[in-house]
């Protein structure tokens, strides 16, 4: 017992529990959200008419996106998936993959099915050497 007395060791375990939820924290919140990589996205959308939905704000989206893809901030796609396909792959696009993933689920819950976030997000497209289309 005189471990868990001593002030250092408690504060080590403390530490090494942080530590533990931070890293099991990113798997926690992809549950349910299909993550597809570029050369794989890129195929979807070739062969199977996919849409890449970039959901960053409208200043980025501006500043260099997927050619072809649409732009709906990540705030309005409720509103938004009316206009949307359901019968399409969907790769959903953000900046690094992770807002991505809570707006895969909100199509899931809305029944969509075939939908996807890009792994590592638009940073992930550009280390491809994959090109971006800019609006003036």
Known sequence: MDFFS???NLLLIIVAITAA???AMPSFLQRGARQIGV?????????S???????RSAEHFKAGHIPQSRNVPAADVANK???LPKDKPIIVVCERGRTSVGVV????SNGFQDVYTLQG???AWVEAGMPL???H
């Open 105 to 108: 689920n909100t199509f899931k």
């Open 133 to 135: 289309a800019k609006k």
């Open 49 to 55: 008419e996919g849409i890449f939905l970039d959901v």
């Open 39 to 47: 050369n794989d996205a890129i195929k979807l959308t070739n062969n």
């Open 121 to 123: 997000g638009l940073a």
């Open 6 to 8: 001593d002030q250092t």
């Open 81 to 83: 998936l009316g206009g």
């Open 21 to 23: 939820v931070a890293l």
